[in-house]
């Protein structure tokens, strides 16, 4: 089989890897991949939001199964582009891919379908969330509507923050189009863990579940990220919460995606908040999570395009899916600086020093001159495996300081406790 990926980070990396190990798997092509998927796979220079080139391509070089990365790519319809011209294609189609394009939506479906998840209101008006906003108390979670590169959703501990952020979103309009709508939610406490599926429409097949650590420094201090690190299993997720959440909130939402007359196809992600409560869903996402994908995909045992393809033909109740007992613990490496402003084009040595066990996906990452440089904010995401998460943690930190690159910084404390 011919498959093509599309992105350009760890998280595609990492799905490419897994691809790479299957026997049906002759030629994978990456749109756009970076440094390291070029030791894989051919990369093509195409953005993931153009996906007509995508499609051309896809048909110009007769691929046989297309998996999507990026949320970008899904909310623009390229599953449904894909469809369209005949191209088996991995991912849910634009209308099911609301349940994260629009935090508005995934909220209405949620309360209509009674899946647990945080008291909130919908508004559309700036002056009506305003006076929503000054009549709750804080803790007060203001959440952008649409696609915002995950920056979108403010937890604010005053209400002075929390019209603040509203102000942003609706009036000086930071995520664009986004902010149209807001979602004012009561803030939940607890543990914070993301559990994925796979799902045909029908079938629901649980992942392995992971944590992701979102703050730039040790901690979790300082500013959101794209994520800094993460690690599965986390050992206060045991057999029986995954029960719950399956019968809770994922195995509801998919049965309320198809009731809705919007089939939802792929893998469905949910922001977990585990609360005295029970578990909450804190939001949904229509992909693979990053860099929760580079510690899942090592623990998967089962091949991915028998998954994937079964996902598509509507036949998941088929298919087994096993996961190693394994842990893993994913570090990512970043440029100096990042989330704020960075350089690029920095070497990186001593990646050919590290264990040889030890996985590294590349997200930023350029060749120049044959050598492999920073090209973007999140560098690597460097993955140990072990019998625990205090083994893996132990071999993912011996092995971090071989690999260097000109002000690189990562996180000291994931999967510490
Ligand atoms: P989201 O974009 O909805 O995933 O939110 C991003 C992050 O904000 C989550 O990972 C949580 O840490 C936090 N968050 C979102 N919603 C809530 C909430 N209702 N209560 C507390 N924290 C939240
Ligand atoms: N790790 C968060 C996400 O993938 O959205």
Redesign the pocket.
């Known amino acids: 089989m011919k498959v093509l990926v599309i992105g350009g980070g760890a998280r595609e990396h990492a799905i490419a890897w897994k691809l790479s190990q299957s026997d049906k798997v002759k030629e994978i092509h990456i749109a756009p991949g970076n440094a390291g998927t070029s030791s894989i796979a051919n990369n093509l220079p195409i953005r993931p939001t153009d996906i007509e080139a995508l499609a051309d391509a896809a048909l110009a070089r007769g691929i046989d199964l297309t998996v999507v990365g990026p949320e970008t790519s899904l909310a623009l319809g390229i599953v449904d582009l894909f469809q369209s011209r005949g191209i088996p294609v991995f991912g849910p189609t634009r209308e099911a891919t609301l349940i994260e394009s629009s935090k508005a939506f995934a909220k209405g479906l949620m309360k209509k379908y009674g899946i647990p998840c945080?008291q909130s209101e919908t508004f559309s008006s700036f002056e009506e969330a305003r006076d929503y906003v000054k009549s709750q108390p804080a803790p007060i979670?203001v959440?952008a509507d649409g696609l915002a590169a995950?920056k979108?959703?403010i937890?604010a501990q005053s209400r002075e923050e929390a019209l603040e952020a509203l102000s942003e979103i609706m009036e000086e309009r930071v995520f664009g189009s986004a902010g149209d709508r807001v979602v004012i939610?009561?803030?939940?406490s607890g543990r914070?863990a993301s559990f994925l599926v796979f799902t045909d429409g029908r079938a629901v097949v649980p992942m392995v579940p992971a944590c992701d650590y979102?703050r730039i420094f040790d901690g979790d201090q300082g500013l959101n990220t794209g994520g800094m690190g993460g690690y599965s299993p986390p050992g206060f997720f045991n057999e029986e919460l995954t029960k719950t959440v399956m019968h809770a909130i994922m195995e509801p939402a998919v049965r309320a995606m198809a009731e809705e007359g919007k089939q939802y196809k792929g893998v469905l992600y949910a922001?977990l908040?585990l609360t005295d409560d029970g578990p909450k869903a804190?939001?949904f996402n229509a992909r693979f999570g990053d860099p929760e994908n580079q510690v899942m995909m090592p623990r998967l045992k089962s091949d991915l395009v028998d998954i994937m393809l079964a996902v598509i033909d509507g036949t998941l109740d088929r298919v087994k899916v096993e996961w190693s007992e394994e842990a893993s613990v994913g570090v990512v490496m970043a440029s100096g600086g990042y989330p704020g402003s960075y350089k690029t084009g920095f070497p990186i040595t001593g990646l050919d020093e590290i264990h040889e066990d030890i996985l590294v996906f590349h997200a930023g990452t350029r060749e120049e001159q044959g050598r492999i440089c920073t090209d973007g904010g999140r560098v690597l995401t460097v993955v140990a495996m072990g019998e625990t998460i205090a083994r893996a943690r132990e071999r993912v930190y011996l092995n971090l300081p071989l690999i260097h690159f000109e002000g690189c910084h990562y996180r000291k404390d994931i999967a510490a406790e």
């Open positions: 945080a979670v959440k995950g979108g959703s937890v939610e009561e803030c939940l914070e979102k922001g908040m804190l939001e």
